[in-house]
């Protein structure tokens, strides 16, 4: 599919109302029947086609993203049909399952969402995604899922992703005990949490697992990684595994942690540490096949995180391939092509 980065921010920014209005606490408008929940987790309170609403169909798909983009500049219909060819989004619709959902992690309710083939014969592997960002920045919305994990699952996987706790999930007005993205806190328990949900699959072999993670969200996979054996192996794509060194490159990044890590001020070394695995390598199950992808010209987490960590694990004998990208960015634009089709070569390799 042919895509573009300007393509993928327009495609931000929306999740199905009838989810975010399922655990308001606002009065509820009738909402339409809900699909019929794809796991028998206890914790899935509600599940929703992605293709619904402005993303029943192509044509109301294009109706929706002209709406949303008629005073941007540069924007039409030819482009944006050039770039989203009919045939692939109805691809998308007849060959995959696409849900968002929402879920229970102790009390808080969290969105996630989960792309598998309609057609599995028998149990298909599963990959975790683990999104980037903090809060509403860089959350998890149908454009993205589209562009980035339909196509994973497209190749035979089950791929399943939280949204991470946080009013940015629900709009206004917020639900109660929504929690808040620590960064690298509370929420890794949101990630943990999608374990009963897979296992409660009928088509998920859970012991076919691997978590795949990008820039924050490598640094959570890293973290994820010491206490889930579960996992077959992991990906990380342009991680930050030393945020104390980044913050002497991205200075700016000390509003985030300030605004989302708990005492912060007065636990910074500790907390800056506790995210970075550079510091911990050893902690990580020593026979855990470990992908490391990383653009050269990105310029919101260096390049030496991963020549760095990469330097550590081979002086552990630790098992990993280290796959850096000349001339690529954050997004491994413009050969995110390849860095996909990587990715998707190793884990067929370690799931099978």
Not at 223 to 240: D, F, H, N, Q, R
Not at 312 to 322: A, D, I, R, T, V
């Amino acid at each position: 599919m042919k895509t573009s980065m300007l393509f993928i921010l327009l495609s931000l920014g929306v999740h199905l109302p009838a989810l975010a209005e399922a655990t308001s606490t606002a009065p509820k408008a009738k909402a339409p029947a809900q699909t019929e929940l794809f796991s028998t987790a206890p914790s899935l309170q509600k599940s929703r086609s992605c293709f619904s609403g402005p993303f029943q169909s192509y044509d109301s798909y294009i109706a929706f993203r002209l709406k949303m983009a008629k005073n941007r500049p540069n924007f039409s219909e030819a482009k944006l049909r050039a770039q989203l060819p009919q045939a692939d989004y109805e691809g998308f619709i007849q060959k995959l399952d696409c849900q968002e959902f929402v879920y229970k992690v102790g009390d808080v309710p969290v969105i996630g969402f989960m792309i598998k083939p309609k057609q599995i014969s028998g149990k298909a592997p599963v990959v975790i995604y683990n999104r980037g960002g903090n809060a509403g920045y860089g959350q998890l919305v149908f454009g993205f899922v589209m562009h980035e994990l339909m196509p994973i699952a497209e190749q035979g996987f089950v791929v399943i992703a939280s949204n991470y706790r946080g009013p940015h999930n629900w709009g206004k007005p917020a639900v109660m005990n929504a929690g808040a993205d620590e960064f690298g806190g509370a929420e890794l328990a949101d990630v943990k949490a999608l374990l009963p949900i897979i296992q409660g699959m009928k088509q998920a072999d859970a012991s076919r697992l691997a978590m795949w993670g990008h820039s924050r969200g490598g640094m959570m996979t890293y973290m994820l990684a010491k206490s889930m054996p579960e996992l077959k192996t992991i990906v990380v794509g342009a991680g930050a595994t030393d945020l104390a060194k980044e913050l002497e490159i991205r200075p700016a990044m000390e509003k985030v942690f300030e605004a989302r890590i708990p005492n912060y001020s007065s636990n910074k070394a500790a907390a800056l540490a506790e995210r970075s695995v550079l510091l911990w390598p050893e902690q990580l199950p020593a026979d855990l096949p470990i992908l490391i992808q990383h653009g050269d010209q990105d310029k919101q987490v260096s390049v030496r995180n991963a020549e760095q960590l990469a330097l550590k694990l081979k002086e552990l004998k630790h098992p990993h391939q280290l796959l850096i990208y000349p001339g690529a960015d954050h997004g491994f634009n413009p050969v995110r092509a390849k860095a996909q089709q990587d990715m998707i070569n190793w884990l067929k390799r370690y799931l099978g």
